[in-house]
Protein backbone atom coordinates (compact mmCIF):
# COMPACT_ATOMS: atom_id res chain seq x y z
CA UNK A 1 0.00 0.00 0.00
CA UNK A 2 1.37 3.48 -0.92
CA UNK A 3 1.63 5.86 1.57
CA UNK A 4 -0.27 9.16 1.21
CA UNK A 5 1.47 12.18 0.26
CA UNK A 6 2.35 14.40 3.77
CA UNK A 7 0.20 17.71 3.65
CA UNK A 8 1.81 19.15 7.00
CA UNK A 9 5.33 19.45 8.15
CA UNK A 10 7.38 20.78 11.24
CA UNK A 11 9.32 23.52 10.35
CA UNK A 12 11.69 25.01 12.50
CA UNK A 13 12.33 28.67 11.27
CA UNK A 14 16.17 30.08 12.08
CA UNK A 15 15.96 33.75 12.54
CA UNK A 16 17.64 37.03 14.63
CA UNK A 17 21.45 35.63 15.00
CA UNK A 18 24.09 37.73 16.09
CA UNK A 19 24.76 39.76 12.86
CA UNK A 20 24.24 43.15 12.23
CA UNK A 21 21.04 42.40 10.45
CA UNK A 22 19.75 41.07 13.37
CA UNK A 23 15.95 42.75 14.04
CA UNK A 24 15.90 42.52 10.42
CA UNK A 25 16.07 38.85 10.07
CA UNK A 26 13.46 38.75 13.51
CA UNK A 27 10.78 40.25 11.04
CA UNK A 28 11.85 38.08 8.17
CA UNK A 29 11.35 35.21 10.27
CA UNK A 30 8.04 36.26 11.73
CA UNK A 31 6.45 37.02 8.65
CA UNK A 32 7.40 33.39 6.54
CA UNK A 33 6.60 31.74 9.66
CA UNK A 34 3.07 33.58 10.44
CA UNK A 35 2.88 32.34 6.09
CA UNK A 36 3.75 28.72 6.86
CA UNK A 37 1.46 28.19 9.95
CA UNK A 38 -1.42 29.52 7.41
CA UNK A 39 -0.60 26.69 4.97
CA UNK A 40 -0.66 24.32 7.69
CA UNK A 41 2.78 23.93 8.79
CA UNK A 42 2.87 23.60 12.16
CA UNK A 43 6.23 26.04 12.66
CA UNK A 44 9.03 26.40 15.56
CA UNK A 45 10.92 29.77 15.65
CA UNK A 46 14.27 29.67 16.49
CA UNK A 47 17.06 31.87 17.26
CA UNK A 48 20.68 30.84 16.60
CA UNK A 49 22.21 31.10 20.12
CA UNK A 50 23.57 28.13 22.44
CA UNK A 51 19.95 26.21 22.50
CA UNK A 52 20.14 25.93 19.07
CA UNK A 53 21.46 22.84 18.95
CA UNK A 54 20.13 20.85 21.66
CA UNK A 55 16.38 22.46 20.05
CA UNK A 56 17.52 20.75 16.35
CA UNK A 57 18.39 17.06 18.37
CA UNK A 58 15.66 17.07 20.79
CA UNK A 59 12.74 18.90 18.69
CA UNK A 60 14.03 17.52 15.40
CA UNK A 61 11.98 19.12 12.50
CA UNK A 62 11.35 17.77 9.39
CA UNK A 63 13.09 20.78 7.63
CA UNK A 64 14.60 24.34 8.53
CA UNK A 65 14.26 27.39 7.08
CA UNK A 66 16.87 30.01 7.24
CA UNK A 67 15.84 33.50 7.53
CA UNK A 68 19.11 35.16 8.78
CA UNK A 69 20.75 37.66 7.04
CA UNK A 70 24.46 38.45 6.89
CA UNK A 71 26.89 36.60 9.17
CA UNK A 72 26.70 33.06 9.82
CA UNK A 73 23.05 32.85 7.88
CA UNK A 74 24.37 33.37 4.88
CA UNK A 75 28.54 32.57 4.88
CA UNK A 76 27.28 28.78 5.23
CA UNK A 77 27.63 28.06 8.86
CA UNK A 78 24.53 27.74 9.97
CA UNK A 79 24.21 25.44 6.69
CA UNK A 80 26.90 23.53 8.08
CA UNK A 81 25.76 23.05 11.34
CA UNK A 82 22.59 21.59 9.56
CA UNK A 83 24.73 19.15 7.16
CA UNK A 84 26.49 17.92 10.17
CA UNK A 85 23.17 17.05 12.23
CA UNK A 86 21.45 15.58 9.34
CA UNK A 87 18.68 18.42 9.06
CA UNK A 88 17.19 19.22 5.86
CA UNK A 89 16.54 23.02 5.04
CA UNK A 90 15.34 25.26 2.58
CA UNK A 91 17.80 27.21 0.97
CA UNK A 92 21.51 27.01 -0.56
CA UNK A 93 24.36 24.51 0.47
CA UNK A 94 27.33 25.54 2.75
CA UNK A 95 30.60 25.84 -0.07
CA UNK A 96 27.81 27.76 -2.27
CA UNK A 97 26.54 30.45 0.40
CA UNK A 98 29.57 30.71 1.49
CA UNK A 99 31.10 32.00 -2.50
CA UNK A 100 28.02 33.86 -3.03
CA UNK A 101 28.33 35.81 0.45
CA UNK A 102 31.55 37.05 -0.77
CA UNK A 103 31.05 39.50 -2.58
CA UNK A 104 34.14 39.95 -4.36
CA UNK A 105 34.20 36.72 -5.20
CA UNK A 106 30.99 36.32 -6.42
CA UNK A 107 31.74 38.98 -8.92
CA UNK A 108 34.68 37.32 -9.99
CA UNK A 109 32.47 34.41 -11.07
CA UNK A 110 30.15 36.16 -12.55
CA UNK A 111 32.19 38.19 -14.77
CA UNK A 112 34.32 35.09 -16.07
CA UNK A 113 30.51 33.86 -16.72
CA UNK A 114 30.02 36.34 -18.92
CA UNK A 115 27.61 38.24 -16.95
CA UNK A 116 28.50 42.23 -16.61
CA UNK A 117 29.38 43.78 -13.43
CA UNK A 118 30.72 46.96 -12.25
CA UNK A 119 34.75 47.29 -12.04
CA UNK A 120 35.72 47.12 -9.05
CA UNK A 121 38.26 47.06 -6.24
CA UNK A 122 38.20 44.77 -3.04
CA UNK A 123 40.95 45.97 -0.44
CA UNK A 124 41.72 45.00 3.00
CA UNK A 125 41.81 47.18 6.28
CA UNK A 126 45.57 46.18 6.50
CA UNK A 127 46.38 47.80 2.78
CA UNK A 128 44.99 51.81 3.72
CA UNK A 129 47.02 50.78 7.47
CA UNK A 130 50.05 49.66 5.80
CA UNK A 131 50.53 51.37 2.30
CA UNK A 132 49.04 54.77 3.92
CA UNK A 133 45.06 55.55 3.02
CA UNK A 134 45.92 58.75 1.25
CA UNK A 135 47.83 57.40 -1.50
CA UNK A 136 45.58 53.99 -2.04
CA UNK A 137 41.94 56.58 -2.58
CA UNK A 138 43.55 58.82 -4.88
CA UNK A 139 44.81 55.61 -6.83
CA UNK A 140 41.24 54.03 -6.88
CA UNK A 141 39.80 57.38 -7.73
CA UNK A 142 42.10 57.64 -10.89
CA UNK A 143 41.75 54.30 -11.74
CA UNK A 144 37.80 53.70 -11.15
CA UNK A 145 36.89 57.63 -11.18
CA UNK A 146 33.92 59.33 -9.62
CA UNK A 147 31.61 58.35 -8.60
CA UNK A 148 32.16 55.54 -6.43
CA UNK A 149 29.88 52.84 -4.68
CA UNK A 150 31.77 51.81 -1.12
CA UNK A 151 30.28 48.59 0.32
CA UNK A 152 31.64 46.04 2.82
CA UNK A 153 32.83 42.98 1.03
CA UNK A 154 30.08 40.86 2.97
CA UNK A 155 27.19 41.54 4.25
CA UNK A 156 23.85 42.62 3.06
CA UNK A 157 21.26 44.83 3.74
CA UNK A 158 23.13 47.83 2.36
CA UNK A 159 24.76 48.33 5.68
CA UNK A 160 27.97 50.55 5.23
CA UNK A 161 26.96 51.18 1.88
CA UNK A 162 27.71 54.98 0.80
CA UNK A 163 27.81 56.22 -3.01
CA UNK A 164 30.83 58.62 -2.78
CA UNK A 165 30.99 61.74 -5.60
CA UNK A 166 33.60 63.51 -4.02
CA UNK A 167 36.95 63.05 -3.28
CA UNK A 168 36.51 64.54 0.27
CA UNK A 169 34.17 61.93 1.38
CA UNK A 170 36.28 59.01 0.48
CA UNK A 171 37.83 58.38 3.79
CA UNK A 172 34.37 58.83 5.91
CA UNK A 173 32.96 56.45 3.31
CA UNK A 174 36.00 54.02 3.92
CA UNK A 175 35.63 54.05 7.81
CA UNK A 176 31.93 53.62 7.19
CA UNK A 177 32.65 50.34 5.12
CA UNK A 178 34.93 49.25 7.25
CA UNK A 179 32.46 48.95 10.17
CA UNK A 180 30.84 46.45 9.11
CA UNK A 181 34.13 44.13 8.05
CA UNK A 182 37.55 43.94 7.34
CA UNK A 183 37.67 44.66 3.71
CA UNK A 184 35.62 47.26 1.19
CA UNK A 185 34.62 46.52 -2.24
CA UNK A 186 34.62 49.53 -4.24
CA UNK A 187 32.82 49.68 -6.89
CA UNK A 188 32.47 52.17 -10.13
CA UNK A 189 29.21 53.75 -9.87
CA UNK A 190 26.57 52.75 -12.33
CA UNK A 191 23.41 55.23 -13.01
CA UNK A 192 20.57 53.65 -13.66
CA UNK A 193 16.98 51.86 -13.37
CA UNK A 194 17.47 49.29 -9.82
CA UNK A 195 15.88 46.52 -10.09
CA UNK A 196 15.68 43.64 -7.93
CA UNK A 197 15.21 39.87 -9.16
CA UNK A 198 14.24 36.92 -7.67
CA UNK A 199 14.70 33.83 -8.08
CA UNK A 200 12.55 30.37 -7.05
CA UNK A 201 12.75 26.73 -7.97
CA UNK A 202 10.33 24.07 -6.60
CA UNK A 203 11.33 21.45 -8.86
CA UNK A 204 10.97 22.58 -12.44
CA UNK A 205 14.18 24.16 -12.39
CA UNK A 206 15.10 28.07 -11.36
CA UNK A 207 12.59 30.46 -12.47
CA UNK A 208 12.77 34.25 -12.21
CA UNK A 209 10.09 36.57 -10.91
CA UNK A 210 8.92 39.69 -12.25
CA UNK A 211 11.58 42.08 -11.39
CA UNK A 212 11.23 44.78 -9.04
CA UNK A 213 12.03 48.26 -9.78
CA UNK A 214 13.19 50.36 -6.62
CA UNK A 215 12.84 54.05 -6.70
CA UNK A 216 14.16 55.62 -3.29
CA UNK A 217 12.96 58.86 -2.55
CA UNK A 218 16.81 60.17 -1.88
CA UNK A 219 18.01 58.33 -4.72
CA UNK A 220 20.29 55.69 -2.87
CA UNK A 221 18.48 52.57 -1.29
CA UNK A 222 20.76 52.34 1.52
CA UNK A 223 19.13 50.38 4.78
CA UNK A 224 17.01 53.13 6.21
CA UNK A 225 15.25 53.18 2.28
CA UNK A 226 15.23 49.61 2.49
CA UNK A 227 12.81 49.29 5.93
CA UNK A 228 11.35 52.39 6.38
CA UNK A 229 7.86 52.28 5.05
CA UNK A 230 7.21 55.24 2.33
CA UNK A 231 10.75 56.36 1.56
CA UNK A 232 11.13 53.98 -1.51
CA UNK A 233 8.45 53.18 -4.40
CA UNK A 234 8.18 49.94 -5.66
CA UNK A 235 7.04 49.04 -9.32
CA UNK A 236 6.55 45.71 -9.76
CA UNK A 237 6.57 44.48 -12.51
CA UNK A 238 9.82 46.77 -13.34
CA UNK A 239 8.76 49.78 -15.33
CA UNK A 240 11.12 48.31 -18.42
CA UNK A 241 11.27 47.48 -22.34
CA UNK A 242 10.19 44.00 -22.62
CA UNK A 243 13.46 42.67 -24.44
CA UNK A 244 15.39 44.31 -21.33
CA UNK A 245 12.68 42.76 -18.50
CA UNK A 246 13.84 39.42 -20.29
CA UNK A 247 18.01 39.89 -19.78
CA UNK A 248 17.07 41.13 -16.27
CA UNK A 249 15.18 37.85 -15.68
CA UNK A 250 17.89 35.86 -17.54
CA UNK A 251 21.01 37.58 -15.71
CA UNK A 252 19.06 36.33 -12.05
CA UNK A 253 18.96 32.89 -13.43
CA UNK A 254 22.64 32.67 -14.82
CA UNK A 255 23.54 34.19 -11.51
CA UNK A 256 21.67 31.61 -9.47
CA UNK A 257 23.39 28.83 -11.86
CA UNK A 258 27.02 30.33 -12.21
CA UNK A 259 26.96 30.53 -8.23
CA UNK A 260 25.14 27.05 -7.61
CA UNK A 261 22.80 28.50 -5.92
CA UNK A 262 19.61 25.87 -4.59
CA UNK A 263 16.12 26.71 -3.94
CA UNK A 264 15.85 30.90 -4.11
CA UNK A 265 17.72 33.88 -4.42
CA UNK A 266 17.89 37.05 -5.11
CA UNK A 267 20.10 39.17 -7.90
CA UNK A 268 20.19 43.13 -7.45
CA UNK A 269 21.34 45.06 -10.88
CA UNK A 270 20.98 47.99 -12.56
CA UNK A 271 19.96 48.68 -15.80
CA UNK A 272 22.31 51.15 -17.50
CA UNK A 273 21.92 54.12 -19.81
CA UNK A 274 22.81 51.68 -23.01
CA UNK A 275 20.05 49.47 -21.53
CA UNK A 276 22.80 46.92 -20.31
CA UNK A 277 22.20 45.00 -17.34
CA UNK A 278 24.78 45.46 -14.52
CA UNK A 279 25.03 42.53 -12.02
CA UNK A 280 25.65 44.26 -8.54
CA UNK A 281 25.41 40.96 -5.90
CA UNK A 282 23.22 38.11 -5.37
CA UNK A 283 21.38 37.51 -1.96
CA UNK A 284 21.24 33.75 -0.90
CA UNK A 285 18.66 34.46 2.25
CA UNK A 286 16.48 37.37 0.43
CA UNK A 287 14.48 39.59 3.17
CA UNK A 288 10.90 38.31 3.90
CA UNK A 289 9.65 41.35 5.58
CA UNK A 290 6.60 43.65 4.61
CA UNK A 291 8.53 45.91 2.58
CA UNK A 292 11.42 43.45 1.31
CA UNK A 293 10.93 42.31 -2.69
CA UNK A 294 10.61 38.98 -2.82
CA UNK A 295 7.37 38.97 -1.47
CA UNK A 296 6.64 41.57 -3.83
CA UNK A 297 7.44 39.72 -6.91
CA UNK A 298 5.57 36.64 -5.46
CA UNK A 299 2.33 38.62 -5.86
CA UNK A 300 3.14 40.18 -9.02
CA UNK A 301 3.84 36.58 -10.61
CA UNK A 302 0.27 35.76 -9.07
CA UNK A 303 1.74 33.26 -6.65
CA UNK A 304 1.25 32.53 -2.98
CA UNK A 305 4.25 33.57 -0.39
CA UNK A 306 2.90 30.28 1.63
CA UNK A 307 2.53 27.94 -1.26
CA UNK A 308 5.75 28.85 -2.66
CA UNK A 309 7.70 27.88 0.62
CA UNK A 310 5.41 25.22 1.23
CA UNK A 311 6.89 23.78 -1.65
CA UNK A 312 10.71 24.67 -1.04
CA UNK A 313 10.15 22.64 3.01
CA UNK A 314 8.52 19.69 0.75
CA UNK A 315 10.84 19.82 -1.37
CA UNK A 316 14.16 19.94 0.97
CA UNK A 317 12.08 16.91 2.93
CA UNK A 318 11.91 14.50 -0.18
CA UNK A 319 15.64 15.31 -0.77
CA UNK A 320 17.37 14.78 2.10
CA UNK A 321 19.70 16.96 4.27
CA UNK A 322 22.90 16.80 2.52
CA UNK A 323 21.47 16.21 -1.29
Avoid at 53 to 81: C, F, I, K, M, Y
Avoid at 212 to 230: K, L, N, Q
Avoid at 252 to 269: E, F
Amino acid sequence: MIAPARTEFSVAVLAGGLSHERDVSLRSGRRIASTLRAAGATVDEWDTDAALLGRLTTSRPDAVVVALHGGEGENGAVQSVLELLGVPYVGTRAPDCRRAHDKPTAKAELARAGLDTPEWVALPQSTFRELGAAGVLDALVARLGLPLMLKPDQGGSALGAQVVRDPAELPAAMVGALAYGDTVLVERFVAGVEVAASVVDTGDGPVALPAVEVEPAHGVYDYTARYTAGLTRFHCPARLPDDVARRVAEAAVAAHRVLGLRDLSRTDAVVDAEGQVQVLEVNVSPGLTENSLLPRAVSAAGRDLGEVFTSLVERAVSRGPVA
